[in-house]
Structures are given as structure tokens and as C-alpha cells.
């Protein structure tokens, strides 16, 4: 038997459809960028792949760009009220064989393998009284059709109180154990939004799909979605799941990647120990084409770096966004970062040292007790427009020995700097929304 802290000792790192193709993505598009990663990024700890939402339609984005989801359309459905791979889209799985050909593709790369779910069970199901795997039981007899998504149209919520609602999640995971699926994405779940007077309503459905997952006897990492989280159920999240995201969708804006410095300041003392809050994708390269224009990411070079800082001070998952195989240099360079990509994986106690409308700092620490050297990362953040000096007493940061003095390497530029001694003020003048990132060895 597994714990679900097991499941994901570390922040999931990996690759997701969504940002660049919407729901439009194809198997041979999924390979190619499983593909990418094995051969350049799986050596810094990338290694998710995850096809996000409607593999089942064959009809995906035919409406595209004015629909996105084609209301009442026809998904590929099993007998059992199960969703499956459209064949049109994901030619391996015909003859019932599902996710399973792609899946064992994509282990054979060293890689792990993600699918997107919505909650709940299909309405076409509910409304032809479809059956459920190992019971008399129908869907229309576990639907809630007063429990819906305000943004997509295929499924009615569970009813965890029904007879059959336990079947049923045990039947979608007892499947996707045999397609050997490594990691879930659940959406319209963590929060609710259709019903904002109870955006966490589906908090039996999240014990039914955790408990679904323990019971098919395959480790799945749990990641829910959408945003933002409720931080009063923080509890409940890191008993259930293993992310859960703390904002909605994050686009490739300035005000969005702003907004998450207070996102993480809310929700810093809840990472760790298998728990990990998540920012959402990273919308870095190419973006968009399943949208209607492909075009490249609107965030700066400096907002890009300041965001893959943010996201790995606060030991966020990273999930790319963009299509691998069109990866630019500089995007590279930012995933490519061993010391920086280090602090998601292995940092503890990022906490928010100070933050205010024209500057944040950040802190964390590595290698242990400040007896046995401990390393102390520091992130200056410039959330002005302009360019600003950006400094910190020394003295500020837990941990900082007054008396010590200490090298200070700048983890983007991998250089050392200047040493420094504790009780010293640290500045350097940022350009908009720029950063600089330290680490201070004693």
C-alpha cells in the first residue's frame, strides 16, 4: 500500500495540451512532444505528459474559434458510462484499447502520463440511462442535474450520497489503472464556480475520486482544478489531493502574474510534505494555436523569468504550456536552469519577507541547519513599471546570522557575486516587473 505523500514527494513537473491546443490536441501531437522531452528537458525532472480536456470528443474544435465546448456534442463513450479515447484523434486506442498504447509509449521514453477529466458522469449518459460497471444501477440514478459546470456542458455532478456514485469513480480509475495513467487532472472541482455562495460543493465528489484512486492500487498523483482554491478547506485538500490550483486559468498578462504574489503569499504555509498549492501552467513559447492564432507568449523576458522565479521559491508544480517541439532558445534556457529548477524540487520554508505595490521579497532555504551550512535563496522582485532599486535589510530574512559573512551567487546568471555580511542591506535596481534571485551560503 502507497501513501498519497508518496505519490508526489516533490512538485510535479511536466508538459500540458491545454495552452497551446486547446481541446483540439492529437495523439501523433501528444508523441511529438513527449518526444521532445525525453530527449531535452527529462534529465532537469520534466517528466509528465498530460492531455488535457475533451480526448473524447471527435468533434473538438470544429466550432473553434467562436465555441470551445460544442454543446450536446456525441463523446466516445463505453458501456459503462465511461468515457474514452475519440478514435478519429487517437488511432491506438481503437478495439478498446484506450489510453493504454500512448501511455506505454511514453513510459518507454522514462516519462509518466497524465489525462484531464472533467467531474462527474456524462449527461448523454444520464439522459439514455447508461450503466454503471458492477451494478444495476444507471447514470441518471447518481447524476445531480442541479450540480453542473458554469463553463462546460458535458456532465452533471455526483451524488455521493447515491448507491452506485462509489461504483462509478471506482470504475473510471479501475480503467484508467489499465491504461497505466499516472496522473489525474479533475476539473470543475476545487472550486465551483457555477455556485459562489458554495464554491467548494464538490467536496464529497473529491473523497469519492481519492478513494477511488487508493482503491485501484495504481499510484495517480490528484491535481484539481479550477481556482481559486478556498484556503478554509486546506485541510481537506492536502488529506485528498496532491495540487490543487490557486488561481483560475493564468494567462500570459501582467496583472494576472502580479495578482499571484498575493496567491502565494495566502497559501505558503501549506506547501510540502506531499501538498502542493499550484500556480497553474506556465504560458511561456508558442501559444494558442488551438484558440484560433497561434501567436508567442505576452509576457516579457523579465516577466517570464520573474514568473518561473515566483513559481520555484514557492515550490509550485510546473506544467508547460507551449509546443515542445517549437521551443525558442531563451524559454529553453528559463527550463533548463538546474540551480533554479533545484529550489522547486528540494527548498523548504518560502515564506513572503515583504511585499507592497512597488516591490515583494522572498525567501527560502536549502541544505539544511544554518550549523551544517545552511543556503538561504532570496528573490527581489520589482512589481513596479518602472525601473526600481529593489532592496532588503539582511537582518529581515529568518535565519540570516548577523555576524557571518556570506558568497552570494545570483542563481539566473549562475555567477558569484560579492560576499556580504549579515547585517548588511542588499539592493539592485530591477527593470519593470524584473527580478534578481541569491542564494547566500554561510
Known amino acids: 500500500m502507497y501513501s498519497k505523500n508518496d505519490v508526489a514527494p516533490v512538485p510535479p513537473m511536466g508538459w500540458n495540451s491545454y495552452d ?4 483540439m490536441v492529437t495523439e501523433e501531437q501528444v508523441r511529438a512532444n513527449a518526444d521532445y522531452m525525453a530527449l531535452n528537458l527529462k ?3 520534466w517528466e509528465y505528459i498530460v492531455v488535457d480536456i475533451q480526448w473524447s470528443d471527435p468533434d473538438a474544435g470544429k466550432l473553434n474559434p467562436n465555441v470551445q465546448y460544442i454543446p450536446f456534442s456525441h463523446f466516445c463513450i463505453d458501456e459503462w458510462s465511461r468515457q474514452i479515447p475519440a478514435p478519429n484523434r487517437f488511432p491506438s486506442s481503437t478495439g478498446g484499447k484506450g489510453f493504454k498504447p500512448l501511455a506505454d509509449y511514453i513510459h518507454s521514453l522514462g516519462l509518466k502520463f497524465g489525462i484531464h477529466i472533467m467531474r462527474g458522469i456524462p449527461r448523454i ?14 447514470a441518471d440514478m447518481i447524476a445531480n442535474p442541479f450540480s453542473i459546470s458554469r463553463w462546460n456542458g458535458d456532465m452533471y455532478g455526483v451524488d455521493a450520497s447515491k448507491k452506485g456514485a462509489a461504483e462509478y469513480y471506482d470504475s473510471l480509475f479501475a480503467l484508467y489503472a489499465e491504461w497505466g495513467v499516472d496522473y489525474v487532472k479533475v476539473d470543475d472541482i476545487c472550486n465551483t464556480n457555477m455556485y459562489p455562495q458554495n464554491p467548494y460543493s464538490a467536496e464529497k465528489e473529491i473523497e469519492l ?11 495517480m498523483v490528484l491535481s484539481l482544478s479550477p481556482g481559486p482554491a478556498v484556503v478554509e478547506k486546506a485541510w481537506h485538500l492536502e488529506t485528498f489531493a496532491n495540487m490543487w490550483r490557486i488561481t483560475d486559468d493564468f494567462w500570459d498578462t501582467w496583472p494576472l502574474l502580479k495578482a499571484m504574489f498575493e496567491r502565494c503569499e495566502v497559501w505558503q504555509k501549506h506547501v510540502g510534505g506531499g501538498n502542493w498549492p ?3 501552467m506556465l504560458p511561456l513559447g508558442v501559444l494558442a494555436k488551438g484558440f484560433g492564432k497561434e501567436r508567442m507568449t505576452g509576457l516579457s523576458p523579465d516577466e517570464q523569468r520573474t514568473m518561473m522565479t515566483l513559481w520555484c521559491m514557492f515550490r509550485s508544480p510546473l506544467m508547460i504550456g507551449t509546443d515542445l517541439p517549437q521551443l525558442d532558445s531563451f524559454t529553453k534556457s528559463l527550463l533548463t536552469n538546474r540551480e533554479v529548477l533545484w529550489l522547486q524540487r528540494f527548498s523548504s520554508g518560502a515564506y513572503q519577507v515583504m511585499r507592497d505595490e512597488r516591490q515583494c521579497v522572498w525567501a527560502s532555504y536549502s541544505g539544511g541547519c544554518p550549523a551544517k551550512g545552511m543556503q538561504i535563496n532570496i528573490a527581489l522582485f520589482n512589481l513596479s513599471d518602472e525601473a526600481e532599486e529593489v532592496a532588503v535589510k539582511l537582518s529581515a530574512v529568518s535565519g540570516v546570522n548577523p555576524s557571518a559573512i556570506y558568497a552570494v551567487r545570483d542563481l539566473w546568471k549562475k555567477e558569484d557575486l560579492f560576499p556580504l555580511n549579515g547585517d548588511a542591506l542588499i539592493g539592485m535596481k530591477l527593470p519593470p516587473h524584473g527580478c534578481v534571485l541569491l542564494q547566500l551560503k554561510g
Open 209 to 219: 475520486i481519492a478513494h477511488a484512486i487508493e482503491y485501484c492500487g495504481r499510484p
Open 20 to 23: 497551446y491546443y486547446n481541446t
Open 125 to 138: 449518459c444520464a439522459h439514455t440511462h447508461t450503466k454503471i460497471l458492477g451494478t444495476d444501477i444507471t
Open 278 to 280: 499550484d500556480c497553474d
Open 43 to 45: 534529465e532537469y525532472g
